[in-house]
């Protein structure tokens, strides 16, 4: 660091450190000289730029003027954290888990089975020590049931605005960050809870979730032969009610009930008859629960994909629902009223977000629950307009009209309704001591927190307000000097720079006339009074002539350059344009030998004569890079067919001719084709001039795999396929410039991070690098990655990988890049399926330079055109593995 430097970082130290009281006028001065003065020569003034601590016009309004006492920290007020009054307590997501969120909420909600599990017992009391609980000791839940009775103890009376139901989610086994089938959650969850709550002797604990969920219905087959009746009865937790074709919600449950008629290949075989009969079959519902859940069948399984999508259709549904015509046993009291609703939103099955609008049994009022965020809904009424609102798909009918009392939605999955009642809801629902111990405890550390986050804030506003103090005090003992205006400056520098700008590097008139005007006599004696110290160059005053020298030196350059690249290009129109080039694999008949030359210098060749203006002319063939150290040959006949062919130009021996006129050529080589006549029939051989080195070459191959298998930092080329034809054209912005130049003339664009290997920019042209023995295997390798890269095309991002990295992690970075959730993301390379995501990219052979197809789990308009998408089907896992399946 230079001493200048080390002087002013010293005095902004000592600027902030000292008090106004100690500041002698002697101290002020010495600042000025090594703080300031800087500042006014402008040193550093790039550095002061927008730099609230400078003092020199540039910031200090910012501290002399009154300041927000915000403005001096970072630290948010902790009572944001806090519940607000008279509302609910949010969840966490814990980055997929917003189904799990919703349910939680709804059955928080259940007041019957909140009671019912608060009287479960609970190894809690292991942790109680007379009136309280040991504080050293954390509360560890062992049982489904404790979890949950912990979490709806917090969602009750926490000050929290929200809680984090991790444990929870870890006990069930749940992977946060996939998303799932809240419907299949809901129904594996209460047959969880209903086991292990079955084994209870309290018989209101045991029996809870029967009480409130369950129902009867029966499977009844008529005999058309006999009228025998033959009934299967079946308890239900919830209706699945198809959607498919229907606008109400009643066509829906008419249709689960509808009588099917068993005829053909499908007749019923009569027990009574002892045959084969035509039959009806129907559903008959025997009795209804507590709680009624109606699941809509919005997440459908297609046949032609193997995928699930769902129906974005409106389906119409009243806050009241009369359920006797369809039950079998009239006179009974089954009229319902919608207590929840519960929203998939968004247009895929495999993304999007779950939200539920649940209705509060004490209050009556309708609250959104969003994880964290809890809505309080206006006037005690449903409000799901918003919801509809939003991710419209691009296939959407119109939203039809509503009347009083009812509601439609296309994202609603499952519809809650609670029986009628007259019975005024119990809102008594006590948490047992144990539990509120465990809450209060809770409580007291948020409490804590919100202090010790308090006073950092208020320590941070104090010291921020004695600086401000301090600042605008030094400030004001400054010398006059150093508190000149902006506008002072500014004229200053005006009278310093007026009519410099037409003045050359030598000092003298630059030759260009676009940066002057004449002006009269009378004009300049004018401008001479505002700018006295202005350059003065009379008409007649001839430009510089060192750049009329280095003008017309450069015109005869270019000129030199545009004749050379001419000169070249009409020499070697074949090599310019890649026209008729001879292929080893298919050799020409016309002759028996051919010239190699390193691709590398014919791109590079190819730049300058499309471009002579902006590059330098190539000079040298630079055939060293392809021969090893020993001077052999790094390439064998068969490679330069296949995956060296990139790497090599083959030469007709007339172009070699004109190639050694016009470059240098370090190295020949050459490929000579012989008939070996001795072998019955005729055998070709080709020999190459120099010939292979084998070691070298097997060399270079294990260093080739052992890069592909083991690199820390390379490129790999993400498409997203949509159709299985059509290119997202907005998912690479980069790519979308002006075609007017060539592809090689165009800089690639690289991911951060990524250096050009090829060539070093120096004075702006373009330097091929010096080979030699010591550098070679690095040269081999970049000679090698420049002929593999890959020209990105339109729905194309490249991500830089290591060969390490898991799959799963190549889905989050794919997920920045294009905003596809990896849930949603479908990978293949080559055709085969990536889906292990805890599998790396080096055993998975993705190579640099590979190109990944991304197909993403999103909506079609035209669901009969499936056989245009490309078929990716794979297997879902569900809650295999979790604890819901008992394992």
């Known amino acids: 660091m230079a001493p200048r430097l080390q002087l002013e970082k010293a005095a902004w130290r000592w600027a902030e450190t000292v008090r106004p009281e100690e500041v002698s006028q002697e101290h002020i001065e010495t600042a000025y000289r090594i703080w300031l003065e800087p500042c006014i020569r402008g040193v550093c003034r790039r550095n002061c730029k927008g730099n609230p601590n400078c003092l020199v016009g540039i910031g200090e309004h910012i501290w002399l003027g009154e300041i927000d006492e915000n403005s001096f920290h970072n630290i948010d007020d902790p009572n944001c954290e806090r519940r607000k009054k008279n509302s609910f307590v949010g969840l966490t997501n814990l980055g997929a888990t917003c ?122 087959t008529v005999c058309n032969q006999c009228g025998r009746e033959s009934k299967l009865l079946s308890k239900f937790y919830e209706l699945e009610l198809n959607i498919q074709g229907h606008k109400q919600l009643t066509d829906c449950i008419s249709e689960f009930l509808k009588e099917e008629k068993l005829e053909g290949d499908n007749r019923y075989f009569c027990e ?55 039950v079998e046993h009239k006179g009974g009291s089954y009229v319902y009223e919608l207590s929840a609703v519960l929203i998939h939103r968004g247009v895929s099955a495999y993304s999007g977000h779950y939200i539920a609008h649940v209705k509060d049994p004490q209050s009556g009022e309708w609250y959104k629950f969003n994880d964290e965020d809890i809505e309080k809904m206006e006037g005690k009424k449903l409000q799901l307009g918003i919801e509809e609102d939003l991710e419209p798909s691009k296939s ?3 939203k039809p009209k509503c009347g009083k009392g009812t509601h439609c939605s296309r994202n609603a999955y499952m519809l809650v309704y609670r ?25 007291s550390k948020f409490e804590e927190w919100c202090i010790e986050m308090a006073e950092m804030r208020k320590q941070s506003v104090d010291k921020g307000k004695a600086k401000h103090e301090e600042v605008k005090e030094l400030y004001q003992r400054l010398p ?44 300049w004696s004018k401008l001479q009074q505002y700018f006295p110290k202005a350059p003065e160059f009379p008409s007649y005053k001839e430009c510089c002539s060192q750049c009329k020298i280095l003008e017309r030196e450069g015109e005869e350059n270019e000129a030199l350059h545009k004749m050379i690249a001419n000169e070249q290009k009409t020499s ?10 001879p292929c080893l694999s298919n050799w020409p008949e016309d002759t028996d030998v051919l010239y190699i030359v390193s691709q590398f210098f014919v791109e590079e060749w190819r730049k300058f004569v499309r471009k002579p203006t902006r590059c330098s002319p190539v000079s040298s063939v630079g055939n060293s890079a392809l021969l090893c150290p020993h001077g052999g040959l790094m390439f064998t006949f068969a490679s330069m067919t296949k995956e060296d062919s990139k790497l090599i130009a083959l030469i007709w021996p007339s172009e070699w001719q004109m190639i050694q006129k016009l470059f240098v050529v370090d190295h020949i080589i ?39 298998r083991e690199y820390t930092q390379a490129t790999i080329y993400v498409h997203k396929v949509v159709d299985n034809k059509k290119v997202m054209k907005d998912s690479v912005p980069e790519l979308n410039v002006s075609s007017s130049e060539t592809e090689e003339d165009k800089e690639e664009a690289k991911p951060d991070g990524e250096k050009d290997p090829d060539f070093n920019q120096s004075n702006g042209g373009t330097k091929r690098q010096k080979i030699s023995h010591q550098n070679y295997i690095a040269y081999q390798k970049q000679v090698i990655r420049r002929s593999m890269r890959h020209r990105k095309v339109r729905g194309e991002k490249a991500l830089l990988v290591s060969a390490n990295q898991t799959l799963k992690e190549l889905k989050i970075q794919i997920m920045h890049a294009f905003s596809v959730a990896p849930f949603d993301q479908n990978l293949s390379i080559d055709g085969k ?40 089907c794979m297997p879902e896992e569900g809650f295999k593995g979790t604890g819901l399946l008992g394992h």
């Open 396 to 398: 959407q009918t119109r």
């Open 272 to 326: 009574n008859c002892q045959s084969k009969q035509n039959a009806t079959r129907k559903i008959r519902l025997l009795s209804l629960p507590c709680t009624l859940n109606l699941q809509l069948m919005r997440f459908v399984f297609d046949r032609q994909t193997g995928h699930k999508k769902k129906l974005n259709t409106y389906i119409g549904f009243s806050e009241i629902l009369d359920m006797e015509p369809y």
């Open 670 to 708: 050459k490929i000579t084709r012989i008939e070996v006549e001795d072998v019955n029939p005729s055998e070709t051989q080709y020999i190459s001039e120099p010939k292979l080195c084998p070691e070298c070459r097997e060399g270079l191959l294990c260093q080739q795999q052992r890069d592909l």
């Open 99 to 220: 189904y799990v969120n919703t349910f939680l909420q709804v059955w928080f909600l259940n007041l019957e089975l909140r009671q019912a599990l608060y009287l479960c017992p609970s190894t809690c009391s292991d942790y109680m020590m007379g009136d309280g609980i040991h504080e050293e000791k954390d509360y560890e839940p062992q049982t489904i049931c404790e979890h949950l009775q912990y979490l709806f103890a917090l969602l009750q009376n926490s000050n929290r605005r929200y809680i984090d139901p991790s444990g929870f989610v870890k006990a069930l086994g749940l992977d946060t960050g996939q998303q799932q089938d809240a419907q299949e959650f809901s129904k594996l969850f209460m047959s969880l809870l209903e086991d292990t709550l079955s084994k209870q002797k309290n018989p209101d604990v045991r029996n809870i979730v029967q009480q409130q969920f369950c129902g009867e219905y029966a499977y009844v």
């Open 419 to 443: 029986l009628q009642t007259q019975e005024k809801p119990n809102t008594t629902v006590q948490v047992p001591a144990f539990l509120q111990a465990l809450v209060d405890r809770d409580n």
């Open 480 to 523: 006059a000097g150093a508190d000149e205006s902006k506008e002072e400056r500014k004229e200053e520098e005006e009278e310093l720079n007026f009519n410099e700008d037409i003045l050359c590097p030598h000092g003298e008139l630059c030759i260009s006339e676009n940066e002057r005007r004449l002006v009269s006599k009378e004009a």
């Open 572 to 581: 070697l129109p074949n090599l310019f344009q890649d026209k008729n080039r």
């Open 833 to 872: 399926i990536l889906s292990d995501d805890c599998a790396t990219l080096g055993t998975l052979g993705v190579i640099p330079e590979s190109v990944i197809l991304l197909k993403a789990d999103e909506p079609i308009a035209d669901y009969a055109a499936m056989d245009d998408v490309m078929q990716v």
